[in-house]
């Protein structure tokens, strides 16, 4: 079993510019640093190498993805949109979603990140991947930019996968703390994948993400959304893997699992008000993994998407990382035992009526 690690100096540079957090500066709000800003990724690579982890992990080198790739799951018009505003140096693309000079080519080697990685995975060089990739993906849509993405990485590399490499059915479980909207949007009449999105119930995209966007046409049952209660913790996220994700994936058979990867669902990211912890994030990928095993070979595809807190999101990483890989570090999470003695930590009776729902409709799965 070998884990591939991929990842890139160059989606370090992608320029957010001087928001203040999410928001443009004004007369009216200071210029600051983006919430999405290189630290967190950079901070997380930085502990793979301190770890030693990095040692046991298969370097994958990423390229570019071409724009006829981009341009299996985005509009042409799209993609010219964010070439011409990365020529000229930089803006907003769209609501929320600012990038520099360069950032066209940035998110061409991000969505071409996660093509190499899927295709370390499928060719079987190794049994799963990791790509920290730059920018994120999830929320972008066809022909919009959204939410500090602007290419749908996992979507891309899906779609190469299935053109290219002959794979079929895919699941993709998205535990960032948004809504995978831009994922869903692209595969809603889909029956081929499977998208499940767990996420904080209304959080961003504004009305996006409940129950009832289950798909559609051929696509009808292919599309879940988990959306959890604030405050949601260890066991709400245990008990939606055990009673929809896994049960899920058993009746849909994926050839590949992809988990557009966001550790903002921790305790302490200022975006998002869950409270996992590492030892939280490497349980469900321990779930995820078994199940893996017994369905697909093992095969798992991790692309890297939210996650704000400098200081906690490495170790988030290195834990899902840990467990990938079956590689034990030296090291301690410090927050670990601190975040698990939270109150709320337990399964509360409202999150369980959320995951209970959503179970009643993993039977329309075929
Ligand atoms: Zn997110």
Known sequence: MATGWLCHELYMWHNTGNWAQVFPPGLTVQPGTHAENPETKRRFRNLVEVSGLLNHLVQISPRPATPDEIARVHTREHIAHIKALSDAGGGDASWLTPLGAGSYEIALLAAGGAIAAGEGVVSGEVTNAYALIRPPGHHAQPNLAMGFCLFSNAAVAIRHLQARLGVGRVATVD???HHGNGTQAIFYEDPTVLTISLHQENLYPPNSGSISENGTGRGLGF???????????????????ERVVIPALHRFKPELIVVPSGFDASGVDPLGRMMLSSGAYRELTHLLLSAARELCGGRILMTHEGGYSEMYVPYCGVAVLEELSGVKTHVDDPWQPLMMAWGGQDLQPHQSLVIDKVAALVARIS
């Open 223 to 241: 599309n879940l959304n988990i959306p959890l209660p604030p405050g949601s913790g260890a066991a709400a996220y245990r008990a939606a893997f």
């Open 175 to 177: 535990w960032d703390v």
